[in-house]
């Protein structure tokens, strides 16, 4: 921040965030927390075959107007057995898989390379779990009306109990396999690959029935409403979709619980997100028609998946269909080379265009440091010098005023109380020395966006999380330990003060000198890595203005 205009509109910012998380935490929060205790349990727990039902998609209205039928191979007897599948574990480099076998699909899945916390490096992010604070699993299978096919209730048979990538492996393939009484074989076969949060996922389908078959391919990600965010830090977690018609559309969860998302399109995905992470269904890129949707399965479940164009086998004849599935850290490269417009997971709002470039700079500087707390300082720097003429003219413009302190401070005493002639009399004299008052605002409000960008930058990033910095800063995105950074930001806005003029105001005078005590509290709370950022640019800020406060006289 380059004066103190900048901190009293960064600090009306706070101030709203604050009243909304306040007012998210008496009203909003309590009472989703009610609808959700009130709640019997999730889709997963439930024992009744109606509530399993539920979360299965709705067949295409070109297929069928079944709505959210049973499936017709469902009874009491299938959906007890169901319940005791077991799962097999999948291990590769950098994930840990948990696969139940009814419905042969992904119940956890942890990344290894990503942990909880920096304290506690052999503990994985548990990024999908079919726990309950949160519930996010897959969910896929072939929907058909009136044909027994399997959904996300039948259970897959094995070979394996657990499977591993090997050193010196580069795919793994675990196949799955139902079978129908009618003579229907359907492999669901997952292939995992070194290195990679991308999962294939291939149904084939083989018909030595009588009749011919036909399903529409479904899947979906299932998961509840997250917890409390950070007190000052909100990030979106919730549904979004890609198509040709929206290349990036948020669907919130209070958006389903008022009406389902329906979309048909020939390209592009569905996905759920959270800070730093992201689980995307992928289609093929020719796989023709895909309709995308978004439910809300109950107070508390909700669902983001995607219908693949019908798949049919006449008898003797067989059929596949195949998707991919990216779940994983929100790493852009590997976001890009996944899929179109999978990138803009890592959402930095409306200054993406803005926020992307930044980031693209500081990865650079990051290639030449190896330290991302480097690359913050330097891209810092690198700002300052794109903004160095507009912030001199600030600069300017607060020492002419400061340099006419002794003379409004004589008009005051001049007028006493009367303070139109006292305003008068000082619109004169700035008329007078030539200085405009409000010279210094619009440089400040120029950069004013290219500071929220890279704000975004840094709370978006997964890149900084838990990057170390030096000495006791080991994670850029949790607050300083020892509170020295923001004691320090703190100590820079106390100086900073000394540099520019004074109000004549003593309330307001006082104010501002209660200015860097507020702020040393407020990012307290504030990511390391947020902190460094506006401490070095105070620091950088202090050092011009000085220099040019020194070349005017008015030190």
């Known amino acids: ?38 709640s019997t349990e999730t889709v997963a727990a439930s024992d009744s075959s109606q509530t399993d039902s539920a979360d299965l998609p709705s067949l295409p209205a070109t297929t069928s107007d079944s709505g959210l039928a049973d499936l017709p191979n469902m009874n009491g007897e299938q959906t007890a057995a169901a319940k005791s599948a ?63 096919a399997p959904t996300h209730y039948d259970v897959y048979q094995a070979d394996e109990t657990s499977y591993a990538l090997a050193d010196g492996q580069d795919t793994l393939a675990v196949p ?6 009618n003579g229907l074989i359907v492999t669901k076969t997952y292939t995992f690959k070194r290195d990679s949060y991308l999962v294939d996922v291939r149904y084939d ?16 990600f299932n998961r509840t409403r ?13 549904a979004v979709f890609s198509s040709d018609q929206n290349e990036y559309k948020k669907v919130d969860f209070d958006e389903l619980d008022k009406t389902a998302y329906r979309t048909e399109s020939t390209g592009g995905w569905a996905a759920m997100i959270q800070h730093y992470f992201v689980a995307a ?22 669902t983001a998946g995607m219908f693949l164009p019908q798949l049919t086998a006449a008898p003797g004849e067989s059929a596949s269909a195949e998707y991919r599935m990216y779940m994983g850290p929100k790493e852009t490269h590997r976001l890009e080379d996944a899929a179109e417009n999978l990138d803009l997971t890592v959402d930095y709002g409306v200054l993406t265009i803005i926020s992307k470039p930044l980031f693209m700079i500081m990865e650079w500087f990051h290639k030449l440091t190896g330290n991302w707390g480097w690359s913050i300082v330097l891209l810092t720097i690198l700002i300052k010098m794109v903004f160095f003429k ?23 005493e001049r007028y006493g109380d009367d303070k139109q002639k006292f305003n008068q009399a000082m619109m004169d004299l700035y008329r007078t020395e030539k200085i405009n008052p409000l010279g210094g605002c619009l440089p400040i409000l120029v950069q004013m966006p290219v500071f929220l960008a890279f704000y975004w930058v840094l709370v978006e990033s997964v890149e900084l999380r838990q990057a170390d910095f030096i000495l006791w800063i080991n994670d850029l995105t949790a607050i300083d330990p020892y509170f020295v950074l923001p004691v320090l930001f703190g100590l820079t806005m106390f100086f900073q003060q000394k540099l520019n003029p004074m109000p004549q105001d003593p309330a307001q005078a006082m104010m501002m000198k209660i200015f860097p005590i507020v702020f040393t509290v407020f990012f307290a709370f504030f990511p390391a890595g947020l902190v460094l950022y506006w ?18 006289g008015a030190l």
Do not use: C, H
């Not at 965010?229 to 909100?234: A, E, Q, R």
């Not at 005023?401 to 005051?412: C, G, N, Q, S, V």
């Open 1 to 38: 921040m380059d004066n103190l205009r900048t901190l009293f509109i960064f600090g009306l910012l706070i101030v709203s965030l604050l009243l909304w998380e306040a007012w998210q935490t008496d009203y909003v929060r309590p009472q989703q927390a009610a609808q959700q205790a009130s």
């Open 86 to 148: 077991s799962q097999i574990r999948v291990t590769t480099d950098i994930i840990d898989v948990y696969i139940d076998l009814k419905g042969g699909d992904i119940r956890k899945l942890a990344l290894l390379d990503y942990p909880v916390d920096a304290d506690q490096p052999d503990v994985p992010v548990q990024f999908l779990n079919d726990g309950t604070n949160p519930f996010f699993i897959t969910q896929s299978g072939l929907r058909a009306d009136g044909i027994a």
């Open 176 to 181: 799955l396999r139902w079978q129908a009484d």
């Open 205 to 220: 389908v083989e018909n030595d029935g009588a009749e011919a078959f036909s399903a529409n391919p479904y899947a979906q």
């Open 226 to 238: 997250p917890g409390d965010d950070s007190m000052l830090l909100y990030t979106y977690t919730g």
């Open 281 to 302: 269904l992928l289609p093929q890129s020719d796989a023709g028609q895909l309709r995308f949707y978004g439910n809300a399965i109950n107070s508390s479940n909700y």
């Open 390 to 412: 507009l912030s001199a003219k600030s600069y300017r413009s607060m020492a002419g005023m400061r340099k006419l302190t002794p003379k409004l401070t004589a008009l005051k």
């Open 535 to 552: 401490l070095v640019n105070n620091m950088l800020s202090i050092a011009q203005q000085w220099y040019i406060t020194r070349k005017m």
